[in-house]
Each structure stands twice: as C-alpha cells, then as structure tokens.
C-alpha cells in the first residue's frame, strides 16, 4: 500500500457503532484460522457428513439413478429417523474437533503475549471481547451443524411432499436446538480451558481430558453406584439425551431430562465464571 | 509548540481517588487536577504509577474518590474516556502471530477506525515510529526497541486525544531513547494530543513534560508545573565576582536587573525578559570586573524529585 503521509496526524472521519466493534475481534480470528490450509481442508471435511446427507437424499429419491447402480429406493431405508440420528452425530463430532483446534488460539495465545491490555484499553468490554471469540466458533460451526442438518431436512422435505416435514418437525427442532446448544456449551468449555491453559497443546489435551475422562468418571460412578447419577456430569450423554428428547425417543438413562439440562447449564456456568475470573487486563494477585 | 486551550476541561482530575488491590491500599486519596498538554508521573518504582493508569483505562476499579479524563468521569463513562485514549503499555504486549501492519490495523478497527481507514493509518503510524520497511514482519521477530515502537503505533493509529505511555523508554538503547523521547516530544508539539507519560526516569519526563505529578507510596509527594517554574525562574541568576564592584551593580540594575547583595561581591539578579547573560557578561567586559562564578538558577526535576522522596510524604 502506498504511504501518502509519514507524518502523525489526528483521524477526523467517522468512526464505526460501539456495538458492532465485536465483530473486528471475530473476523480477524477466522481469518487466522483460515490462514492454515490445513485447517481449512479439515473444516471441508467436516462438511462431509452433510455433503454425503444431501447425497442420500437426493439418490433415495432418484429411482432412474438408483437402478442405474444397482439399488431400490429400500436400500436407503427411507431415511428414517435413525438416518437424521446418525447423520446428527456424524456433524457433532467434528463440530467438537474444529472446537478443540481453533479454541485455544483464540484466547491462550492473546493471554501468552499479553495482549489483554491492548484489547481491553479501547472502547470494547470483556463481554465484547468473549462474544466475538464465541462468535468466531458459532461461525465455523454452524455450516457444519445445524445449518447442514436443516439443508438435509429441506431437501427431503421437498422432495418428499405431502406435508412429510409436519410429521417430522422433531427431526428439525432437534436439529437446530441440539446443535445450537452443542455449539454453545463447547464453545463455552473450550475458550474456558483456553484462558486457563496457555500452552495451546496443552490446552487441546485438557479439552479432550475434560469430555471423555468426565465421561470414564461418570461409567465408573454409574458402575458404582448401579444407578445414573454418574451421567451429571456426562457431557456427552447429556447433549445426546436432548438431542433423543427432542426426537421423542427413549432418554439413554434414567435420570429426567431436566437433569441433562441441568449437566450442561452447570457446564456452561462454570465456563463463564472460569472466563470472568481469567479475562482481565492485568490479573491481581491477593 | 501549541497552547492548550484555556476553555478545555482539564486533562486529568483526581477527587481522592483510592484504589486498593489483593487487600493492600495501592492508591491512597489522590487529589490534583492537570491541565497542561503533558503530565509527568514519577515516582520509585511500586509508588503506584502504573496502577494509576491502569485505574484511569478502568482496568482497576477505585475503592474511592473519583476521577475525570479530559472531562468525562471515570465511574460513568469508562468507555468514552477509552475511546479518546492511546494506551502504550509497559509490558510487551502483542498480538499472536501477526505482522505489525495487520497487528496496528486491528488495534484502530478495535478502537473504531473503518477498515479501510485503519489500514491506511496503519501504515502511516509504522513509518511514523520508524518501522516502515519492516512493518510485514511478524511482531514476535522484533527487538525489544521495534517492539516499543509498534506498541507506540498501535497506541497512535486511531488519533487519540490523549496518549498513555507507561514507561516508554523501557529496554531501549540510547538512540532509540532518543528517538522515542522525540517522537512523544513531537506528538505533543503538534497539539492535538494530550500525553500522559509514567517514567521513572527524570530525564524523559523532564524533556517531554509540563506537569509532573510524583506519587511515593501510592500518595501524591508533590506536583509541580514544570512549565511555569521555566516561566519564572528563566531570568534567576546568581553572580560571584573577583573582587565587589559598585559600578557593575549600577551598570546591571540599569539594563532592568533587580539585584540583592547576599555578601560583598557575591549577587543575586532577577533579568528582565528582554535581558540574557550575554548583556552581564558585556558589561563586566566594559567595566573591567572578573565574574568568578555565573549560576543560571533553576529548581531542576531531580531537585524536585528528591525533595519529595525526603518529605515525610506518603506513607500507605
């Protein structure tokens, strides 16, 4: 770019609205992130799941493609429920994997250069500052979750006709709440673990600890105590009973959906509060 | 150099302003008001200079009193007083990862820049400081000099009313010292920024300052106006000479001296503004009277600094 003046001199434009400065925290992360190409061709692989959702849909209700391969319309089963369940899963799981790659580059590595300060002595607040690294997540997640879901609900809806989406509304809400809430508890956990680890491997490790040794701890309490009180802190078990709950099938324990509920409300609680204690200019040390 | 505007608020009020951090008192009721276009704060090191800053950016709440950044209250508009600032950090301070055009170019969007804007300022503010053939590199590949040097930028970009530098010299070499203490001082000489310098180093504070504010133990020491003791003290001299001379007395009382005789041969003149020691030394050449010892006396900074750090002030 060419430099006109190399004097300082004061800005006199205008300036862009106060509540829309969260937004420059959020676009120059995913533009880090994308600066890896191989984070960018993870990210298309993770757009598998509904490619290959699209797919089946568009095959199962192609009968001239399907005897050209080989197959009736039976092999694809209908899509049924169990199909949207299975495909539900396939989006959440590398939803969790983009979580645990971007998040720890989103707050740890400002915290390891100390760039807080810098962030925090302009007209943002630490509540602008968490929203735009959550946005960051919602952002790449999205396409990959509950955007993806509901374009494989459209696409069956329409092909299907005959009102088929008034009989499986379910299969849309559970989409779009269960991957909105997936997105916003790991979102949530992740940036938490990223504040309080700074060695961004680390970090990773902790995510991936916190999920699944929570999950071994829970198995083992159940095992223990021959009951389900373990799945309180069963992150994943939870998310999946909602998502069941949603679809109107039988919960994965006996514990009451309230209770799932309430496992990841404490696990976004305590994300928050980790995040308010961590995210500070300059930390005091009593 | 530009005059600040007599009508401006004041660019730094504070109302017994506390503050008290992890159970100790850091600041204890500070109470002055700065107008001029650079304030100093001075002070040892622990005497609460940076928590003061970082008070007045809102990082720290106070525990009591209040303050006023160019007239906006720190309790109620903490933002605003955000927006009108340049902050330049002690520590180093960067973003991951980036090269220092990117990095200056976030910090003015942050601060409100439109994009386009921030990245032409970007550039002006790197070339500005210095750093304009290397303003692609990554900030973490810089010296601990560029480094100051950027975080001065990303402090400038987006034309701050008042600038906050924490101890800006820190780790630099005598050169680039030099050129820091320049740059500020050329800043200031502009007249659209206020600054806001924390130093423990007399010397910056004393080339760059009007006002200087010295803080021991989290109280205010002393203030001083830098400015007028210039103003008042510009024409103080004392004279020692050979032998005593009546006529030398007569002859500089009438170009416009006022002059005391402390003891026979030894005084002390105050010149007119229109005078210099040039004229003194023209008539003691004229008359034929040897001037021993000729003092331009002036309170300096470090005269100053150490009477505070004597006084039996402070004392959190």
């Known amino acids: 770019m060419a430099v006109y003046e190399r004097i300082w001199r004061r800005y006199q434009g205008g300036l862009t609205p106060l509540g829309r400065r969260w937004t420059v925290i959020t676009r120059y992360a995913l533009a880090e992130a994308f600066s890896s190409r191989i984070f960018t061709a993870f990210y298309v692989l993770c757009l598998l799941p509904t490619m290959v959702g699209l797919f089946l849909v568009y095959l199962s209700h192609n009968t001239g493609l399907l005897e050209q391969i080989g197959m009736t319309r039976e092999f694809v089963g209908g899509l049924t429920e169990l199909f949207f369940q299975l495909l539900f899963s396939w989006q959440a799981i590398p939803a969790f994997f983009i979580a645990v790659i971007v998040a720890p580059s989103l707050i740890s590595a400002d915290l390891a250069n100390n760039a807080l300060p810098l962030y925090l002595a302009r007209p943002i607040t630490r509540r602008d500052y968490v929203v735009g690294k959550i946005a960051v997540l919602a952002l790449l997640l999205s396409p990959t979750t509950w955007i993806g879901g509901l374009a494989v609900f459209v696409l069956q809806s329409s092909l299907e006709g005959g009102g088929w989406w008034r009989e499986h509304w379910r299969i849309a809400a559970a989409y779009l709440i269960g991957h909105l809430t997936w997105i916003v508890v790991i979102s949530l956990l992740t940036l938490a673990i990223s504040a309080w680890v700074r060695f961004k491997p680390a970090a990773r490790g902790a995510l991936f600890g916190i999920v699944f040794i929570l999950a071994g701890f829970a198995e083992a309490v159940n095992g223990v105590t021959s009951s389900s009180i373990g799945d309180l802190v069963h992150l994943v078990r939870a998310i999946i009973n909602v998502v069941l709950w949603i679809f109107g099938l039988p919960l994965r324990n006996d514990l009451p959906i309230a209770a799932s509920w309430l496992t990841l409300a404490a696990a976004c609680a305590l994300s928050l509060w980790l995040l308010h204690r961590k995210l500070r200019a300059h930390e005091v040390v009593s | ?316």
């Open chain 2, 1 to 316: 150099m530009i005059a600040a505007n007599p009508h401006a608020p004041p660019v730094l009020e504070l109302d017994g302003l506390s503050v008290a951090l992890g159970g100790r008192q850091i600041l204890d009721r500070l109470t002055a008001s700065f107008s001029r276009r650079a304030i100093g704060l001075l002070g040892p090191n622990g005497a609460g200079k940076t928590t003061l800053l970082r008070t007045l950016l809102g990082f720290y709440p106070p525990t009591g009193g209040s303050a006023r950044v160019l007239g906006r209250d720190l309790a109620g508009d903490g933002r605003g007083i955000r927006a009108e600032i340049g902050y330049m950090p002690e520590s180093d301070a960067h973003i991951a990862n980036t090269t220092a055009v990117h990095f200056v170019r976030l910090m003015g969007e942050l601060s409100g820049l439109p994009s386009e804007a921030a990245l032409e300022r970007a550039h002006e503010a790197l070339f500005y400081v210095g750093l304009g053939e290397a303003r692609y590199r990554k900030v973490g590949t810089f010296s601990t000099g560029m480094k100051q040097m950027v975080k001065l930028a990303q402090a400038l970009v987006h034309g701050p009313s008042l600038l906050m530098l924490d101890e800006p010299t820190n780790g630099l070499d005598p050169p680039a010292r030099k050129r820091m203490i320049e740059l500020v001082s050329d800043i200031r000489d502009r007249g659209t920024c206020s600054i806001l310098l924390s130093s423990h180093l007399l010397g910056d504070v004393e080339t760059v300052c009007d006002e200087v504010l010295i803080l021991k133990n989290g109280a205010i020491a002393e203030t001083c106006d830098l400015e007028a003791d210039r103003r008042a003290n510009r024409s103080f001299v004392e004279l020692e000479l050979e032998a005593p001379s009546d006529a030398f007395v007569a002859a500089v009382s009438a170009l416009g001296c006022d002059v005391a005789s402390l003891e026979p041969g030894r005084l002390k003149l105050v010149m007119p503004a229109a005078r210099s020691t040039r004229d003194l030394w023209a008539e003691a050449d004229r008359l034929g009277v040897g001037i021993r010892r000729l003092d331009l006396k002036r309170d300096s900074l470090q005269d100053i600094f150490l009477r505070a750090m004597e006084g039996n002030h402070g004392g959190v």
